[in-house]
């Protein structure tokens, strides 16, 4: 057996598998995008005509 501390394996960490945190924040994901798509569409209804000299605001 060898005394060297460099020639002993580590022993294998197993990672950690998906939890209930990782599912919660891909439903978000997927919520927020949703939202953005479904406010795209709804923006996308009206009338975005510039009319010179009027404030966007």
């Given at each position: 057996m060898?005394?060297?501390p460099n020639s002993a394996t580590a022993p294998k960490v197993k990672k950690?598998?998906?939890n209930v945190y990782t599912v919660m924040l891909g439903i978000s994901l997927?919520?927020?995008?949703?939202?953005?798509?479904?406010l795209?569409?709804?923006?996308?209804?009206?009338n975005r005509e510039?009319?010179?000299g009027k404030p966007l605001f």
């Open positions: 060898s005394t060297d950690p598998g998906i997927v919520a927020i995008c949703l939202a953005c798509l479904f795209f569409l709804e923006w996308n209804t009206y510039i009319i010179p």
